[in-house]
């Protein structure tokens, strides 16, 4: 099916900022909607940002709001995730997801998942 492979994690000082992609081959992802989670160690996988499929509509955990942006050009096949003004507590392995439909906490259906990007934030 669809596989995703996400990109851009790394080291940065709190309040910077970092760009996260996530590539996707096999299939376009024009239909599908995208997400990103994370996941912190010893923590459950929450839910970042989602877009839906002609990215008319974008969801945004209360965390993250005003600080993370998600966007997609479907003719690169590409999401991306914009985090400003990073924190500590943003520190997760970040996964990119592709799914049927968009809400406002996650995706729609089963996903497709990629292997992670890790994200450490220092302060």
């Known amino acids: 099916q669809v596989q995703l492979v996400e990109s851009g994690g790394g080291l940065v000082q709190a309040g910077g900022s970092l760009r996260l992609s996530c590539a996707a081959s096999?299939?376009?992802?024009?239909?599908?909607?995208m997400g990103w989670f994370r996941q912190a160690p010893g923590k459950e996988r929450d839910f970042v940002a989602s877009?839906?499929?002609?990215?008319?509509?974008?969801y945004y955990a209360g965390s993250v709001k005003g600080r993370f942006t998600i966007s997609r050009d479907n003719a690169e096949n590409t999401v991306y995730l914009e985090m400003n003004n990073l924190k500590p507590e943003d520190t997760s392995l970040y996964y990119c997801a592709a799914a049927t439909g968009a809400r406002p906490n996650g995706l729609v259906g089963k996903p497709y998942w990629g292997k992670g990007t890790l994200v450490t934030v220092s302060s």
């Open positions: 877009i839906s499929s002609h990215a008319d509509n974008t």
């Open positions: 096999g299939r376009t992802i024009s239909p599908y909607a």
